[in-house]
């Protein structure tokens, strides 16, 4: 019977074999190529920052959250925009071993036209490891230097020339934390645990330091992040959703005054997340993050809402629901859009301009290639 069925086999075989022939003699390999440069248009980076594997920079384009590509670095990455508003820096770590072994800090350089690498800088292996946040890789004023956060644990900041392409100095900074860039010269200041703000002024391997007693850490303590706005000012934010109001154009800051957000509101409000402001100069506006019921504790818990604030009157004048965020970004142009990553969903979410004299915002778009996420910045309007 297997013997009578044997010509079927052969020829079915045959017909099999003469068709893989002619499929194979018609298929045509896909030739695999790199974009010269991402798609035109404003964009939102996004810093995925790992500790078990490769950092991501995840590039979006601010219109609809178009994915235009990413950037891999090494761990615990930190990102910053340069003032030339075309480079990307980023700060990690590379492992050699992982567990065990060397480890160098890197600061990377990237065109952001093209995510091409510039050139890198190894500094010394002193800089922070941490989620990414704001305040711990930033850029003098006049862009020649960058700052770097260290801790070991003790704290200090590692100065970087740019024009040289090397580190040049390590200023400590016993107590202090954050980096805050002066509006001029090579000089900055930074958060210190007994509530003051000190301020470093580096001439060449010298510095000169002076102090001014800020906030109280047991009463109302803030966050290491700031924004700068138009007209100059430094604007910290407390745990409590006090703005502190900062000039610090000279070599001794000064506190200029304080803003209570939450004065007069109802509900326990309070600003909770890991970057929680941000700011828009075109607008004069300021965008903070914030959740109800608030205890001790909770300053870094996802947001309710995101609550409008006209810096020139000082004022709350809009709130716009907004689930779920612990990291916010501003568009810099007339018509502000936020940008926010997620805890929960790790997402990055859109949130458009729905009303432009209260600055209330809907929501307007969502991704989920990003993963979690502490930390975006926007380039571009």
Request: proline letters at 5%; a negative charge; aromatic letters at 8%.
């Amino acid at each position: 019977m297997i013997a009578a069925q044997w010509p079927k086999t052969a020829t079915l075989f045959t017909v099999f074999g003469l068709f893989l022939c002619a499929s194979a003699q018609a298929f045509k390999p896909e030739t695999i190529s790199v974009k010269p440069a991402i798609d035109p248009g404003s964009n939102v980076l996004v810093n995925q920052a790992e500790w078990a594997g490769a950092s991501k920079i995840h590039v979006y384009g601010q219109q609809d959250l178009s994915y235009k590509g990413s950037v891999s670095v090494g761990l615990t990455s930190q990102i910053l925009l340069g003032r030339d508003q075309k480079t990307l820096y980023t700060l990690s770590d590379y492992m050699k071993r992982l567990t065990r072994g060397p480890v160098e800090s890197v600061i990377e350089e990237y065109d952001i036209a093209t995510l091409s690498l510039k050139r890198e800088i190894v500094i010394p292996n002193k800089a922070v490891k941490a989620i990414g946040m704001a305040q711990l890789l930033e850029q003098s004023a006049d862009g020649r230097y960058l700052y770097v956060q260290n801790a070991t644990p003790a704290t200090s900041v590692t100065v970087v020339d740019l024009q040289a392409g090397e580190a040049v100095l390590e200023v400590p900074t016993p107590g202090c934390y954050g980096v805050f860039p002066a509006p001029r010269d090579n000089r900055f200041s930074t958060l210190c645990g007994a509530g003051d703000l000190k301020t470093y002024s580096v001439n060449g391997d010298q510095y000169d330091t002076t102090s001014i007693s800020l906030f109280s850490p047991e009463q109302d303590p803030l966050y290491v992040q700031a924004q700068r706005t138009a007209d100059g000012r430094l604007v910290f934010l407390s745990f409590n959703g006090t703005l502190y109001l900062v000039d610090d154009g000279d070599a001794t800051a000064k506190l200029l005054g304080t803003v209570p957000l939450t004065k007069g509101v109802n509900g326990d409000w309070a600003p909770g997340g890991y970057v929680v402001m941000a700011y828009s100069p075109a607008t004069n506006m300021m965008f903070v993050l914030m959740h109800p019921d608030a205890y001790e504790g909770s300053h870094k818990d996802p947001s309710e809402e995101i609550w409008s604030v006209d810096m020139k009157s000082a004022k709350v004048i809009g709130r716009s629901h907004a689930e779920g965020l612990i990291a916010l970004a501003v568009s810099q142009g007339q018509e502000p859009v936020l940008f926010g990553t997620t805890d929960e969903d790790e997402t990055i979410e859109r949130f458009a301009l729905l009303d432009n004299t209260k600055f209330v915002f809907k929501a307007a778009g969502s991704d989920d290639k990003s993963g979690w996420a502490s930390s975006l910045l926007t380039v571009g309007e």
